[in-house]
């Protein structure tokens, strides 16, 4: 099965991801199966080897043609000390592009951060986007107009 097509910034966002997990997986002199068992351990395979279990979705990950999921990405920063946030990096969408969805931490506040969706959806599933966002508490004002 074809994977959908990609937009540029989902390009751009996931070829950043890819060299910022390189960077700090040959900082750290990890290879793939290493992040791998960090992230899910090993198993004997059908000849008898110690093999990580996953390793072939590190590898994805590192040649830019998977994001993880965001359990798996918050698993990832754990393993490198890092903020989640840091791992996904902030990409500039090229010219005329909007992205579908990006996230940014909110500066001076790493308790808030801005989302932005411009997707379409069909319309129940739209309805349980915006319940949830509804249902979010706001972020209490510092009391400073902002």
Known sequence: MT?????????AEL??????????MAKRG???????RHLWGSHTDTRGRDVATNRDRISHYVRGSQMPE?????RIAQVFG???????PTVNAPPGAVPE????????RPDLALLQVHV??????????????????RPKEDGDGR
């Open 3 to 11: 994977p959908p097509a990609r937009t540029p910034a989902q390009k």
């Open 15 to 24: 070829e950043a991801f890819s060299r910022k997990l390189a960077d700090l």
């Open 30 to 36: 990890m290879n793939q199966s290493d992040l791998a």
């Open 70 to 74: 965001a359990r798996t990405m918050r």
């Open 82 to 88: 890092i903020p989640p946030e840091e791992l996904h």
């Open 101 to 108: 969805v990006s996230l940014a931490a909110v500066a001076g």
């Open 120 to 137: 379409v959806l069909p319309m129940d599933a739209a309805i349980r986007v915006a319940s949830i966002i509804s249902e979010t508490k």
